[in-house]
C-alpha cells in the first residue's frame, strides 16, 4: 500500500486519480504509523515550498518523513514543491528543507518564451525501479 500524504496541501485529488485509475492501493494520511505501515510514500505538490515545509511542521510530518525515508528506506515520490521540499534550502520563500538531498532549490528564471509554472501532465515513461514496479507507462 502507499501513503499519500496529507498536509493540507498539494494536487492530491490529481494523484488519486492516476492510483485509481491504476487500480494501486493508497491511504491518504498523516498518521505516523499508517505512514510507517505503508510500503511507500508520495508527498503531492502544487504549492508554495515555504508553505509546504511549514505544513509539514505543524503536523510533524517533516520528522515522519525523515525517518521513514532515512532510516526505514520507503521508496519515496514527491511531486512539485514534494520533491523540493526534499532539498537543503528553497529560494522560493527562503526556507529550509528537509536536507534528504544536499542542495539549493533555485528559482527558474523567468524569460517570454518559458511558462512559469509549469502546471499540467507529461507523457510518462518509467525505468524500472522498486518505486515503479507494476506502474504501467502513459504515453
Keep these: 500500500m502507499i501513503a499519500i500524504i496529507d498536509y493540507d496541501g498539494g494536487n492530491t485529488k490529481s494523484?488519486?486519480?492516476?492510483?485509481?485509475?491504476?487500480?494501486?492501493?493508497?491511504c491518504v494520511t498523516s498518521e505516523r504509523d499508517?505512514?510507517?505501515?505503508?510500503?511507500?510514500?508520495?508527498l503531492p505538490g502544487v504549492s508554495n515550498f515555504s508553505f509546504c515545509?511549514?505544513?509539514?511542521k505543524k503536523k510533524n510530518l517533516d520528522k515522519?518523513?525523515?525517518?521513514a525515508v532515512l532510516d526505514k528506506k520507503k521508496p519515496f515520490l514527491g511531486?512539485?514543491?514534494?520533491?523540493?521540499?526534499l532539498g537543503t534550502f528553497s529560494e522560493e520563500g527562503n526556507a529550509?528543507?528537509?536536507?534528504?538531498?544536499?542542495?539549493k532549490i533555485k528559482k527558474i528564471p523567468i524569460s517570454k518564451s518559458k511558462i512559469v509554472p509549469h502546471v499540467g501532465?507529461?507523457?510518462?515513461?518509467?525505468?524500472a525501479s522498486k518505486l515503479t514496479n507494476n506502474v504501467k507507462n502513459y504515453t
Design 34 to 42: 499508517k505512514i510507517m505501515d505503508c510500503s511507500k510514500i508520495i
Design 79 to 85: 511531486i512539485c514543491s514534494g520533491m523540493q521540499i
Design 53 to 56: 515545509m511549514n505544513s509539514l
Design 96 to 103: 529550509e528543507g528537509l536536507n534528504i538531498i544536499p542542495g
Design 15 to 26: 494523484i488519486l486519480n492516476v492510483l485509481n485509475r491504476c487500480q494501486i492501493k493508497y
Design 64 to 67: 515522519i518523513i525523515k525517518d
Design 121 to 127: 501532465w507529461n507523457k510518462i515513461k518509467f525505468k
